[in-house]
């Protein structure tokens, strides 16, 4: 997570919560929706995003992981789709 034009993904914070060394972001990235971002954070540093800031997200190799929404395909049974991260 860094300031907007350092990633591939390009997002705008709409919350952030405090986790103690972290904070955790839900940045919202047009045409895919809402992500969730932690980031280690050192207190006094002025090193955390604030909602409404734009954001670059970068993936570290082998380290992205990606959940898709399961949808319902309405027989009250869901479609699970998979994603495949690239790196």
Known sequence: LGLAGNGSLK???RNRIFLGATAEYAI???GIGSL???ADHQIGRDNLFKPGEPVA???AAGAPLAFPQ???NGTNQ???HHVEILS
Do not use: D, T
Request: aromatic share 6%.
């Open 78 to 80: 869901r479609e699970n």
């Open 57 to 59: 997200i970068g993936f």
């Open 11 to 13: 997002g705008i914070v």
């Open 36 to 38: 969730l971002a932690k």
């Open 70 to 72: 399961p949808k319902n």
């Open 28 to 30: 919202e990235v047009q």
